[in-house]
């Protein structure tokens, strides 16, 4: 079953980058719920969070890139949002591959929650900074 699906109206952030990075998160991050919650070999999942993660940091490092170029005023806390969730894929990501943690349905849950609430609440409140 598919965690998570773009639409304009509960994603949506008038940015064009942003709109485009934000679908190819959400089918890498589909795609891994996927082989977590259907039993897929412990190599293949761990492959899929590790491109998954990789994406993440690379997203998050362009929106911050455009903020700074923008001056915007919220930059600090939206980087500091952004680097509580590289936290706690950090830690997923080593002990996935220590053995010590899995890739569950909860893991799935938690990642859908944070971009639920950040997108609409901190990816939205730059479209104006970064479109001017
Ligand atoms: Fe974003
Ligand atoms: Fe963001």
């Not at 949002?81 to 569950?104: D, P, S, Y």
């Amino acid at each position: 079953m598919t965690l998570i699906t773009w639409t304009a109206g509960q994603y949506g952030t008038n940015v064009g980058f942003a709109d485009d990075e934000h679908k190819i998160l959400f089918d890498k991050l589909n795609k891994l719920y996927d082989l977590a919650t259907g039993g897929a070999q412990r190599s293949e999942i761990g492959a899929q969070l590790d491109d998954l993660i990789a994406y993440v940091v690379e997203h998050f490092a362009h929106e911050e890139k455009e903020m700074v170029a923008k001056a915007y005023s919220g930059y600090d806390a939206h980087k500091a949002e952004h680097e509580a969730l590289i936290g706690i894929c950090g830690g997923l990501q080593t002990k996935f591959h220590a053995g010590e943690a899995e890739v569950t349905e909860e893991v799935g849950q938690l990642v859908k929650s944070w971009l639920d609430s950040h997108i609409p609440t901190y990816d939205m409140a730059y479209a104006s900074a970064l479109n001017s």
